[in-house]
């Protein structure tokens, strides 16, 4: 599936809740099935501070593909953390930094990227764009 | 005492519905909602009556410049100030307390010189300090709390030294709802002739606020937080001081007679105003402390009283919430963290449910750390909040427990 695919597929999914409620209860979910990153990628080195939640970003990249594992200490933000790294897991550099990333907007969950809420996502979703740029940059160097 | 359907009227928001649901507001530690006479009030500035205060030898800048200092006296009176020259508009508390730090600073501290706080203190009660120490090389002494969150006064007598110039504590605890024993915080300072801050942002909109009684050498607190509009706060100071003190803000209006050479300023309390001053929310806060006057200050405290009771009552009986700050002297804030469920989960449904709570560190890190918690939920209430709305909070709890259980 294309980055675009997996948005539009989570779109789909959240807009079978027209409730709140609901739409939550599927983050949640989300973010209790998100896989556990490797306990020592849980140190100050890979963490975002938000003043409401933390998340812990780890990047690996194999000349071809960066795979992202990550965590937070809040449910919820685990969860919007789960559908970011399902989008830009196991991706190119170039296809990072070329998404346009529609569908936080798209099923309502806006507020949670909001610069004032700062609970690590917005930075989360910088941090992503950061690392691809930075071994797009490398690999460039390389060749 | 007014009727709960007739005050609720008064606050058209409070009417609204968020997600469908109808509005409990809990976060009037944050910010409290404004009444119809308030909106009114500054309505009226813009519509009929607006131009530059002090300023203009015309007609408007007359009327909005009487308006103003009719505020002045307003917020005098409600304070039970001495004079009006000792009220000073500001931008809200955290503007006043850089204010003071600033000018305080300026005049009378020195190397070796210590500020004592408390550790129930907002971070705008810490900060300015803290820059005004490192500027002055001066140090920060801090009075302990203990588990209910209350300050150890006994704490507070051993810090008071000659290297005392300034106390700064709040009257109440933003984040735990701790009423502060500010008498005897005060009068021992006075005793080695050292002056208090009082920030006085979770107090003012509480109870009876008296300044010839209290003896605070300085009292400030936000418009907002009491049923104004934002942008405005207050800064009172005793006369003495606000002579003695500096201006730390210089500009328009705050100066007597500027040459290149020379500036000298402008007698008090216009010293401290530098700048064209936010008037409309300054006239509006006139209106919203006359509204509170009206409600009855006494019985805005009682029914907030009921309201601390029965939040507690209905919080201590639900199984795996922990409660901090248990002291028996309380404003309507209650903070809690409910086991095993990060308090921004907790925020994020509740709110999904219509129910507005802070959640986070409350911009009091050092509380959180006291406790070594990462935050909690905060409902903050006051009088226009209703035991049902509690309710409501309760159940909310109970469904937030079920989703992340």
């Not at chain 1, 599927?26 to 933390?54: A, N, R, T, W």
């Not at chain 2, 204010?99 to 810490?126: M, P, T, V, Y």
């Not at chain 2, 049923?227 to 009172?236: D, E, N, R």
Request: glycine share 8%.
């Amino acid at each position: 599936m294309t980055i675009n695919e997996v948005q539009d597929s989570i779109i789909e999914e959240f807009s079978l809740f027209d409730d709140w409620m609901d739409k939550y209860n599927l983050l949640i979910d989300l973010g209790k099935d998100l896989p556990v990153i490797d306990p020592k990628y849980k140190i100050k080195d890979f963490l975002i501070e938000g003043c409401q939640s933390k998340v812990w970003l780890h990047p690996e990249y194999d000349g071809n593909l960066i795979t992202f594992t990550a965590d937070s200490d809040a449910i919820i933000t685990r969860g919007i953390v789960a559908l970011l790294i399902s989008v830009w897991s196991k991706r190119t550099p170039d296809e990072i930094i070329g998404t346009d990333l529609y569908f936080i907007d798209k099923i309502g969950l806006r507020q949670n990227l909001s610069p004032t809420r700062s609970n690590g996502l917005l930075s989360m979703v910088r941090q992503m764009k950061l690392y691809a740029m930075a071994y797009n940059a490398k690999s460039k160097q390389q060749l | 005492m007014k009727a709960i359907s007739e005050i609720r009227a008064d606050f058209p928001i409070l009417s609204r519905q968020v997600y469908g649901k109808p509005l409990v507001y809990f976060d009037n530690g944050a910010t409290t909602q404004k009444p119809q006479c308030v909106l009114d009030a500054v309505d009226k500035v813009y519509r009929e009556y607006n131009g530059n205060i002090h300023r203009g030898v015309h007609y408007l800048s007359d009327m909005s410049s009487e308006a103003y200092e009719n505020a002045r006296e307003t917020v005098r009176a409600f304070l039970n100030a001495s004079r009006k020259e000792e009220i000073i508009f500001t931008s809200g508390t955290t503007g006043s307390i850089n204010g003071i730090a600033f000018s305080f600073g300026e005049q009378f501290i020195k190397s070796g010189d210590e500020i004592i706080l408390s550790r129930l203190e907002h971070h705008a009660n810490i900060v300015p300090w803290q820059m005004m120490c490192e500027r002055k090389g001066a140090a920060l002494r801090v009075i302990p709390i203990n588990n209910n969150g209350e300050i150890i006064l006994e704490e507070y007598y051993k810090l008071l030294s000659e290297k005392t110039k300034l106390v700064a504590v709040a009257q109440a605890s933003n984040a735990l709802g701790t009423i502060l024993p500010i008498k005897e915080i005060i009068s021992a300072a006075h005793n080695i002739n050292v002056p208090v801050l009082i920030d006085g942002a979770q107090g003012i909109q509480h109870g009876t606020v008296d300044m010839q009684e209290m003896d605070a050498d300085f009292y400030v607190f936000s418009g907002h937080k009491i049923y104004a509009p934002g942008g405005i706060g207050v800064l009172y100071g005793k006369e003495k001081w606000l002579a003695a003190l500096p201006p730390f803000q210089g500009g328009g209006d705050m100066v007597d007679k500027v040459t290149f050479e020379k500036t000298t300023y402008n007698e008090l309390p216009f010293k401290f105003e530098a700048g064209t001053m936010n008037y409309p929310a300054a006239i509006g806060l006139a209106r919203a402390l006359d509204y509170v006057e009206e409600t009855g200050r006494e019985d805005i405290a009682e029914r907030e009283k009921e309201l601390l009771s029965y939040i507690n009552e209905r919080m201590t009986a639900i199984k795996d919430v922990i409660i901090y700050g248990t002291s028996s002297k309380k404003i309507s804030t209650i903070s809690f963290h409910i086991k095993g469920v990060h308090q921004y989960d907790t925020g994020m449904i509740l709110d999904k449910m219509g129910i507005a709570v802070r959640t986070g560190t409350h911009c009091a890190q050092p509380v959180m750390d006291r406790f070594g918690i990462e935050g909690t939920v905060r409902a903050s209430l006051c009088f226009y909040n209703t035991k049902e709305e509690i309710d409501k909070l309760a159940e909310g709890i109970e469904v937030v427990k079920s989703m992340f259980a």
